[in-house]
């Protein structure tokens, strides 16, 4: 669980979700390096692409990002974990087939996310990206919980990702193939969304590798800064 202060109001947040739904391949050009890094034709989609990322993941602003000690015995030849920029989208109350016009009345508010991604497992596991996407922390959110009265259009939203003060992803909310309305309409189709459940709407190209003792920023336009540390297990 995750405590964040509700902007605008003399209240917090805590986020217990039943469920975090992740979009992947959600920016154009984040498709294009996708492809390098996989080895494989990947089509611009036609739906958006879903996967789960486990409660587990999320931790608060200046938490650490834990390497898990257990991926030296892999013995991998070039090991990578990739932070990766995304808006978030909180759902404020439950909600099942919504419409796109009305999708934005269900939203508490927006915020920072970091898909932290263990690409070596993503591609190692036959069940695709789950584990790799899953580990204990994965999941920074934060540093505020925006409400949409301050967020009008949330696809008008610069967002960058920094590792140790360098930009490696700058990029546009305007750039996402599946806009916000669409992706709580696709997936309350799907799956019922609760109060409290977490939507990560993909992020853009520009993703680099991390390591301990490296400091990653996530900043989107009108929500702030999500700062952590990245460290390795000690066990």
Excluded at 189 to 216: H, M, Q, R, W
Aim: include cysteine.
């Amino acid at each position: 669980m995750v405590t964040l202060p509700l902007k605008g109001l003399d209240k917090t947040v805590t986020l217990a979700p039943s469920k975090i739904i992740a979009v992947g391949l959600n920016y154009h050009a984040h498709i294009q390096e996708s492809k390098v890094f996989d080895l494989k034709k990947l089509d611009v989609p036609t739906e958006p692409v879903l996967f789960a990322k486990t409660p587990n993941v999320l931790i608060g602003p200046n938490e650490p990002i834990v390497i898990p000690s257990f991926l030296k015995e892999y013995h991998f030849d070039e090991p990578r974990i990739d932070p990766e920029a995304e808006l978030a989208i909180i759902i404020g109350k439950g909600c099942k087939n919504v419409t796109e016009s009305e999708a934005l009345n269900y939203v508490l508010g927006y915020t920072c996310f970091n898909d932290v991604s263990q690409r070596n497992i993503q591609k190692l596991d036959a069940s695709g990206w789950f584990r790799g996407k899953s580990f204990d922390t994965f999941g920074p959110i934060g540093p505020v919980i925006v409400p949409p009265s301050f967020i009008p259009d949330p696809q008008k939203l610069a967002i960058s990702c920094r590792i140790n003060g360098k930009t490696t992803q700058a990029a546009t909310t305007a750039d996402m193939i599946f806009s916000v309305r669409k992706l709580i309409s696709y997936i309350s189709k799907n799956f019922t969304l609760e109060a409290g459940d977490i939507i990560a709407t993909g992020t853009p190209s520009g993703v680099s590798p991390i390591k301990s003792g490296d400091e990653v920023e996530v900043e989107i336009e009108g929500i702030g800064i999500l700062r952590n540390p990245v460290i390795e297990e000690n066990r």
